[in-house]
């Protein structure tokens, strides 16, 4: 037996539909799933970003399959996107020209930078190069 990888991050917003758009505008997620709870966001074709509506997960929910049980997060949070050493500037220019403002860049000692700022929710969002985590 083995574990493959993490394939969901959760994300807790004020509105899924808006916090969507920003991740779409900014990266170009496809959706998987849309409902009044969540947005699901394809992301790279191997990780599912999940954005719940703050406060819509705390109870089981019921599905025909089984329940899925409550659970719950408030923002703000903090993940990060993996990006090539070469995209580090392509995507502070990137986020500059979107109005993103950029929290902070730092450049690690192991070689890899972090790009950190906000979404809408105020969740700490990075963009992280190669070279801090000896697994990426």
């Known amino acids: 037996m083995r574990i493959n990888g993490i394939l969901e991050t959760a994300l807790y917003v004020a509105d899924p539909a808006v916090s969507a758009g920003f991740y779409r505008r900014l990266f170009g997620f496809a959706s998987l799933l849309e409902s009044e709870r969540l947005v699901a966001l394809d992301v790279g074709g191997k990780n599912v970003l999940l954005l719940f509506r703050t406060g819509s997960t705390g109870k089981p929910f019921v ?25 580090v500037e392509p995507w502070r220019l990137k986020l500059e020209s979107e109005g993103v403002a950029i929290e902070s860049m730092v450049t690690w000692p192991q070689g890899a930078k972090s790009i950190y700022f906000r979404d809408p929710d105020g969740n700490l969002a990075e963009l992280i190069s190669p070279g801090f985590w000896t697994i990426y």
Do not use: L, R
Not at 63 to 87: L, Q, Y
């Open 63 to 87: 599905t025909e399959g089984g329940i899925v049980p409550g659970h719950g997060g408030f923002p703000p949070t903090h993940f990060a996107f993996s990006i090539p050493a070469e995209d």
